[in-house]
């Protein structure tokens, strides 16, 4: 079974600052990921304050496609995720094991 994993991911960048103010205006885009074999190179954390997965960290896979550090993951194969953290390893380590 060598389905690629797909995590679908929300990134705000700051899109301008205003010097008055100093009123920060945030873009948010999705963004999907699709992962092949392997490990994808990601830590996260559950936030506990707002139940979001956030990605702590990236490397290897997941910094070659362009994940970055700071995005929240919201999806797995288009299963929604919020704040489920142990769904989330779950589904990764079942798409590693698929793989070997």
Do not use: C, W
Request: no cysteine; proline share 1%.
């Amino acid at each position: 079974d060598n389905k690629p994993l797909t995590v679908t991911v929300r990134r705000y960048t700051i899109s301008q600052k205003s010097d008055v103010t100093d009123e920060v205006k945030k873009d948010e885009d999705e963004l999907e990921f699709t992962f092949g074999a392997g490990s994808l190179g990601i830590a996260i954390y559950v936030g506990k304050e707002d139940k979001r997965i956030h990605i702590t960290k990236v490397g290897g896979q997941s910094e070659a496609l362009g994940v970055k550090t700071g995005d929240i993951v919201l999806a797995v194969n288009g299963e929604h995720l919020y704040g489920d953290g142990i769904r989330f390893k779950d589904m990764v380590l079942q798409h590693n094991h698929d793989h070997k």
